[in-house]
């Protein structure tokens, strides 16, 4: 099945220059439609208007986390489907595993680059 590269984007980090960074690595990949929110809150209210193919999601963030975002996107049936993959500084086993169980599709530590961000969404989405 063929990635469709017009599919809605949602790129969340409370940390500006990593919006840009990631949201122009997707641009490079192909990807057209972007979106950004700064935190899991605002994030989940685009996700509760808009139907996105694929959400990249930073763990650290105030007020809510990536993982208190994941945890709710999980437990509302309109959205558990939705594809996500959290973007961390930090690779702290304990964190990976409460990430898997919560339901993440894939796990991205920082430093990153197109390449491993293109292998992160081949591995959840499928080749494009």
Request: overall charge neutral; glycine content about 6%; cysteine-free.
């Amino acid at each position: 099945m063929a990635v469709d590269m017009s599919m809605q984007i949602l790129v969340v980090d409370d940390y500006k220059t990593m919006l840009r960074i990631i949201s122009n690595l997707l641009k490079q990949l192909g990807f057209e439609n972007i979106e950004e929110a700064s935190d899991g809150a605002e994030a989940l209210e685009k996700m509760k208007k808009t139907s996105y193919g694929l959400v990249i999601s930073d763990w650290n963030m105030e007020p809510m986390t990536g993982y208190e975002l994941l945890l709710k996107v999980r437990s509302d049936d309109s959205l558990k489907r939705t594809p996500f993959i959290m973007v961390t500084a930090e690779s702290k086993t304990e964190n990976v595993i409460a990430a898997k169980k919560a339901g993440v599709n894939n796990y991205i530590v920082k430093p990153f680059n197109g390449a491993t961000l293109k292998q992160k969404i081949t591995a959840v989405l499928g080749e494009f």
